[in-house]
């Protein structure tokens, strides 16, 4: 007998309630779940404001055909993710997908809110919601130190350039009616061993401290700094560790950003978000898949994308989270990395939200550790999918792998065509 998709969603709800655990409820909350898009994984990380390649300690690998190389292309790509992902959710912009209309142009410090204007049309458009990144790469002044280059000029001109970004960020808030999250990542850093590695740190601080200086709307734009453990060609030095990017945010009250790419490989950001939410009001998180180092690999639902869903969930922090996706793989279809992604961030939150935590921690507050150690096994094995299909089923998208098939019409009749491919 084949049980419809209904009868299969009232078995698992009913295994589930037996455990204390509300499916409807759960479906519900995830609903509302904004998760930020980021858009750099359409083109891998160029923008439209230079030609040259992607620098600054990260890098893309792969030539899989049909990128996006205009704003066309990436907004139709990004529309074609939307479709197959359920909800309402952010797009997460850098400053270098500026986008320049008749010739005009202008440097990253002299950025404006009226070189967005298209995206807060394309969100607008769509209810979206707009988070925005200083881009202090791929930049001829970005060569290796910026807010800490010991040169004033280009200090400034890339204190100048946050500047300009938390404008733009005010313009996005203001034209949304929702808060934006400005994110900060320096790859400022050295390839060998430092002679001075007090300077550079005590440069970016005050850098940092002349920005955050500014008057600038505080209810709704939020400002974050990115931790990070080395880049490539910065193996030795990086000047915004993690050390230093936690201190300065938590004693500056600005956001602290974990990517969980950017710690060392057995460090882990689901054991780092309950220290954060005690000396943070927000917490903002770049969802990624580092493969031994900071590869930016697609977001999978693996053990450490639960483990972080779960500490959101059961220390009832989703009012106080950002969270964004940050990956980029050139060697597969783009858009359907995005729908990927996005689709398993979800799984994560709602296993995490499927999950009988008040009773999982008091086993543990008993002592009770072999009973709990066999409850959290058991519950891998719990409908988790049935519950899955029906929020898919009432978001009106497809919950299983058919929607690749929707991807893969869209490479034949749009990607493949593209100019970029046929040359
Ligand atoms: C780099 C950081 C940063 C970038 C994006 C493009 O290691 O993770 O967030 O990936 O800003
Ligand atoms: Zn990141």
Redesign the pocket.
Known sequence: MIMSTESRYQFAKENYSKIGVDTDAAIERLGKIKISL?C?QGDD?IGFDHDGPLTG??QTTGDYPGKATTPDELMADIDKALSLIPGTHKLSL?ANYAIFENGEFADRDKLEPKHFAKWVAFAKERGLGIDF?G?YFSHPKAKQLTLANPDKEIRDFWISHTKACIRISEYFAAELGQPVLF?I?L?DGLKDVPADRFGPRRRTKEALDEILGMEYDKSKVFVSL?A?VF?IGMESYTVGSPDFSSLYATSKGIVPLL?N??YHPTETVSDKISSFLLFNDRLAL?L?RPVRW?S?HVVLFDDETREIAKEIIRNDALDKMFLGM?F?DASINRVGAWVVGMRNVQKALLYALLSPNKQLAEMQDTEQYSELMVFQEELKFYPFEDVWEQFCEQSGMIAGRDWFDEIKTYEQSVLSKRESVIE
């Open positions: 980021h750099w990380v300690g990260i850098h990144n881009t994110n990542w790859p990115e990070k880049g990517d790419g950017h770049h990624t900071d930016d940050d980029f």
